[in-house]
């Protein structure tokens, strides 16, 4: 069971606004950044969104992150086709001296 | 463009270690943290360790009595040692770049993982 806690699963149509949550503790979240990858069917994670809120390089700006206290957040703006894939939140963990991973959410797309 | 290239055997024979290498190409492998990461099938990432350039390492608790990271400068390679394997060890493993340093034996990183290699499914079974 991951520390940093994310729904299972979340959906939207095309177009449409989705904002996946990530909830955690002062070790983590409460004390760094948020990192944000994309996993498409089969493939390696992707680098999404890092440091809370800067996207990584040749992602649209319909991704944003923020955060607040020891929750975070990814939205998903104009959702496309191309965006259903798992999402994972990720951050430094003061207590474990490491990398700290969400369990993932699915998106899918209707 | 920085690429990563996990390499080893698909199948483990439980009980055994599992071995990989994970090669670097197109950067430095100096001062970045060097990750191991694993996702079992259908299940969620899994932070294995990391080694920096110099040798500092750093292991996650559930797995830190059986793994051993290691770096090879002069191959741009770094790899992995996870010892006596079981079924719950099969998985897909990746290597990623992560960005951080150590010094003092004391590491700094905002668990920014930019660069990840392709992933090797290793299997454990007899």
């Known amino acids: 069971q991951s520390v940093l806690t994310q729904p299972p699963s979340t959906s939207g149509t095309p177009g449409q606004r989705v904002t996946i949550s990530c909830s955690g503790s002062?070790?983590?979240?409460?004390?760094?950044?948020i990192n944000w990858y994309q996993q498409l069917p089969g493939a390696a994670p992707k680098l999404l969104i890092y440091?809370?809120?800067e996207r990584s390089s040749g992602v649209p700006d319909r991704f944003s992150g923020s955060k607040s206290g020891t929750s975070a957040s990814l939205a998903i703006s104009g959702l496309q086709s191309e965006d259903e894939a798992d999402y994972y939140c990720?951050?430094?963990?003061?207590?474990?001296?490491?990398?700290?991973f969400g369990g993932g959410t699915k998106l899918t797309v209707l | 463009q920085v690429q990563l290239q996990a390499s080893g055997p698909g199948l483990v024979t439980p009980s055994e270690t599992l071995s990989l290498t994970c090669t670097v190409s197109?950067?430095?492998?100096?001062?970045?943290?060097w990750n191991w990461i694993r996702q079992p099938p259908g299940k969620g990432l899994e932070w294995i360790g990391y080694?920096?350039?110099?040798?500092?390492?750093n292991y996650s608790p559930s797995l830190k009595s059986r793994v051993t990271i290691s770096v090879d400068t002069s191959r741009t390679q770094f790899s992995l040692k996870l010892s006596s394997v079981t079924a719950a060890d099969t998985a897909v493993y990746y290597c990623?770049?992560?960005?951080?340093?150590?010094?003092?034996?004391?590491?700094?990183?905002?668990?920014?993982?930019?660069?990840w290699g392709q992933g090797v499914l290793v299997t454990v079974s007899s």
């Open positions: 197109g950067g430095p492998i100096s001062g970045y943290l």
């Open positions: 440091s809370t809120n």
């Open positions: 990623a770049r992560g960005g951080g340093y150590c010094r003092g034996g004391t590491c700094f990183s905002q668990g920014i993982l930019d660069f």
């Open positions: 080694i920096y350039y110099t040798g500092s390492t």
């Open positions: 002062i070790s983590n979240i409460g004390s760094n950044t």
């Open positions: 990720a951050t430094w963990d003061d207590s474990l001296n490491g990398v700290l």
